[in-house]
Nanobody, 124 residues
Framework: QVQLVESGGGLVQAGGSLRLSCAAS????????MGWFRQAPKKEREFVAR????????TYADSVKGRFTISRDNAKNTVYLQMNSLKPEDGAVYYC?????????????????WGQGTQVTVSS
């Protein structure tokens, strides 16, 4: 079982940057594919980025491609989401998720473990 704790959210002006972190418990972090999702008020949870268990494969939503970077440090049991050139529409609660497979899906279903979320607010 994996427990996930996100951090790094906050209020930032449009054009600014934030780095989210997701710390995982357990000794088998390197066997889990990780994903970042976000959910704005009255909207469905949507895919942002994913990274394979080894860290060798990454995928991004079109809306964040070129601005966001997902990475992981398996020695620290942590996955990161570097967010640059933030836009007001990026504002949402951001969740990290884990799936015990090589590469997780781009939909929320299939991720067995979720963090509690961290709020990102981008002012215009």
């Amino acid at each position: 079982q994996v427990q996930l704790v996100e951090s790094g959210g906050g209020l930032v002006q449009a054009g600014g940057s934030l780095r989210l972190s997701c710390a995982a418990s357990g000794r088998t972090f390197s066997t889990y594919a990780m994903g970042w999702f976000r959910q704005a008020p009255k909207k469905e949870r949507e895919f942002v980025a994913r990274i394979s268990a080894s860290g060798g494969v990454t995928t991004y939503a079109d809306s964040v491609k070129g601005r966001f970077t997902i990475s992981r440090d398996n020695a620290k049991n942590t996955v990161y989401l570097q967010m640059n050139s933030l836009k007001p529409e990026d504002g949402a609660v951001y969740y990290c998720a884990a799936a015990r497979m090589g590469l997780g899906p781009v939909i929320p279903y299939g991720y067995a473990y979720w963090g509690q979320g961290t709020q990102v607010t981008v002012s215009s």
